[in-house]
């Protein structure tokens, strides 16, 4: 069974930047395309970015494009979602989540994360 905990949340400033880190264990990262959702208080969970297996293909949200950076450390099994220029509507709990296939692009995935709260002030 496949684990994911997030990390890396909290409270910034708008402007301000903020990494989140996501950790797996139970399966190798190396064998698993890797995904950022989000969901915002009253709002449906959406995408936010993704990688695929061997890292060679990336995805974003048009409104976070050039200013999140996705990136994978298989040696760690560690996924990263680098979040820069933060705005107030990024305010969400952030969730890792992790499919093993090799095709690219996907839409579902299998496994979840907890989620971490990213709260983005004004």
């Known amino acids: 069974q496949v684990q994911l905990v997030e990390s890396g949340g909290g409270l910034v400033q708008a402007g301000g930047s903020l990494r989140l880190s996501c950790a797996a264990s139970?399966?190798?990262?190396?064998?698993?395309?890797m995904a950022w959702f989000r969901q915002a208080p009253g709002k449906e969970r959406e995408f936010v970015a993704g990688?695929?297996?061997?890292?060679?293909?990336?995805d974003y949200k048009g409104s976070v494009k050039g200013r999140f950076t996705i990136s994978r450390d298989d040696t760690k099994n560690t996924v990263y979602l680098q979040m820069n220029s933060l705005e107030p509507e990024d305010t969400a709990v952030y969730y890792c989540?992790?499919?093993?296939?090799?095709?690219?692009?996907?839409?579902?995935?299998?496994?979840w994360g907890q989620g971490t709260q990213v709260t983005v002030s004004s």
């Open positions: 989540t992790a499919r093993s296939t090799s095709s690219w692009p996907i839409r579902s995935y299998d496994y």
């Open positions: 139970g399966r190798a990262l190396s064998l698993m395309a």
């Open positions: 990688i695929s297996r061997n890292g060679g293909y990336t």
